[in-house]
């Protein structure tokens, strides 16, 4: 899993509340169980002017140029809500997104960003509403910078806001751990306690 700790970058307005994971990824985009090619499925029934085709809508945010390159999304309350699907969080990945910035998010793709190397920041909507109207007049230079070191992100004209995340998910971002990862952390406590539980219950373990 790639780690994350700043990124300094484009950060594109998607404020709506309740973005689910099929409008993140159509099912019918989804053609396979790999985390790969989903990218151009990536929001689209909004990116594009008809069901299944590939011309761009540009009145979607990530179709705009001024929005290139975007790897920072700012959306509204309850991002990621719906199905449990972990490729709406696969599809943000392939495009390029490393960061959403929302006020809630559904758990399940909370837990997704973080096993996959996205980190899901809580800002309070007028937070991100400032930082969307401060990004607005030139979006590739007034850029966005995620911390996780400090918790902190910063916009232009000197904001900045804290936001809170869980110690082991830092840790797992920080790192660039998935969840065996972690745990392998502690393979000799594993191991010792294997250990023990073979000499009390020894007819639980297979005779090598």
């Known amino acids: 899993m790639r780690r994350f700790d700043v990124l300094t970058a484009v950060a594109a307005p998607l404020i709506r509340a309740n973005v689910d994971t099929d409008a993140i990824i159509p099912s019918r985009e989804m053609k396979s169980i790999s985390k790969h090619g989903l990218a151009d499925g990536l929001f689209a029934g909004w ?8 011309d761009p809508d540009a009145r ?13 999304l700012l959306s509204g309350e309850n991002f990621g809500c719906g199905s449990s699907r972990e490729h709406a969080v696969w599809a943000l990945l392939e495009y390029g997104i490393r960061s959403v910035v929302a006020p809630s998010f559904a758990p399940i793709f909370h837990g997704n960003c973080i096993r996959n190397g996205i980190l899901p920041v809580r800002l309070d909507a007028t937070s991100i509403a400032r930082l969307a109207a401060s990004v607005a007049p030139d979006p590739q230079q007034r850029l966005v910078t995620v911390d996780l070191v400090r918790q902190r992100v910063a916009g232009p004209e000197g904001l900045e806001f804290a936001f809170d995340i869980e110690r082991e998910e830092r840790e797992m971002l920080l790192e660039g751990l998935d969840a065996i990862d972690l745990t392998l952390r502690h393979r000799a406590d594993i191991e010792a306690f294997r250990a023990r539980d073979r000499e009390q219950r020894p007819w639980i373990y297979l005779r090598s």
């Open 60 to 72: 979607f945010v990530l179709n705009q140029a001024a929005y290139k390159g975007t790897q920072i």
């Open 47 to 54: 990116r594009y002017t008809t069901i299944g085709g590939r």
